[in-house]
């Protein structure tokens, strides 16, 4: 299996703030690189897929890269609705998800 | 719109089996994968499997020997059985598939099914 590492694990932003999330893989990965917003209560939704392609209907905020083993995650000017926890998703192999990162309000 | 719709809420007892259900719509075409993920209380995603269009499956090697994935395409419908049931796998179940022609990324998902297992 594919393992994938996210960091941090958590994190405390202030709304207006940029954020980033990296996403590491245990090996070299084509572009099937996807990353998923999760609210409690909610079921996952995709906000990028295939490393940087922003999903219809997302907010341009939103954005992805990397290549290889490593990935990226933003958000431009954080929102109060974009707490949440993000997951990576790889789909090279069977897939996988990272561990996930926590966001939350600083 | 494409959607899927998933059974209720289950509660069963140590040792039981577990079978929810994933009905699928507004699909243009027949040849979507349907995977399933969980999400135990305070733990992340995780892969369970996936049933092709034909009925092939693959499962995560955690889930090997106690999970069955199958779906009748009559119907458009998918089913997770879980056998052997432990307390760790009280989680909530998510059906969820690709819908467009150009990614396999999730981008529908059903509403989850709460899985409980409690003597």
């Known amino acids: 299996d594919i393992q994938l590492t996210q960091s941090p694990s958590s994190l405390s932003a202030s709304i207006g703030d940029r954020v980033t999330i990296t996403c590491q893989t245990s090996q070299a990965i084509t572009n099937h690189l996807n990353w998923y917003q999760h609210k409690p209560g909610k079921a996952p939704k995709l906000l990028i897929y295939d490393v940087s392609n922003l999903e219809p209907g997302v907010p341009s905020r939103f954005s992805g890269s990397g290549s290889g083993t490593n990935f990226t995650f933003a958000i431009n000017t954080l929102q109060p609705e974009d707490i949440a926890t993000y997951y990576c998703?790889?789909?090279?192999?069977?897939?996988?998800f990272g561990q996930g990162t926590r966001l939350d309000i600083k | 719109q494409v959607q899927l719709v998933q059974s209720g809420a289950e509660v069963k007892k140590p040792g039981a089996s577990v079978k929810v259900s994933c009905k699928a719509s507004?699909?243009?075409?027949?040849?979507?994968?349907i995977h399933w993920v969980r999400q135990a209380p305070g733990q992340g995603l995780e892969w369970v499997g996936w049933v092709t269009p034909k009925g092939e499956t693959d499962y995560s090697q955690k889930f090997q020997g106690r999970v069955t994935l199958t779906r009748d395409t009559s119907i458009t419908t998918a089913y997770l059985a879980l056998t052997g049931l432990t307390f760790d796998d009280t989680a909530m179940y998510y059906c969820?598939?690709?819908?467009?022609?150009?990614?396999?990324?999730?981008?529908?998902w059903g509403q989850g099914t709460m899985v409980t297992v409690s003597s």
């Open positions: 998703q790889q789909l090279d192999d069977l897939p996988t």
């Open positions: 969820a598939s690709p819908s467009s022609s150009w990614s396999d990324a999730f981008d529908v």
């Open positions: 507004g699909y243009h075409y027949s040849g979507y994968y």
